[in-house]
């Protein structure tokens, strides 16, 4: 696996990413339901919750880089927040 020292490309980027983002798929795939909903953290979330967070984070992300769109609209955060 790439270490983020070797990357020097977007391309190289560009696989760190998929790469990453496909050990965090397959680790969450692996859990059982009672994974998903049943343990909280110490601020009350399940890792269903964290999920859906790094979820919308990354769509507001995409929707930044590639339209434009303010994080906050697509995050349907308030302006004054």
Known sequence: MTTPSEITTADDFR??????????????????????????????????????????????LIALVRDGIPRQTTLRVPDQA
């Not at 339901?33 to 269903?48: A, C, F, R």
């Not at 859906?52 to 769509?59: G, L, P, Q, S």
Request: glycine share 4%; aromatic share 14%.
């Open 15 to 60: 696989r760190w990413t998929t790469e990453r983002w496909q050990s965090f798929v397959d680790a969450a795939d692996a859990l059982s339901d009672e994974q998903w909903t049943g343990p909280t953290d110490t601020s009350g979330w399940t890792v269903k919750d964290h999920v859906a967070h790094v979820t919308r984070w990354d769509e507001s």
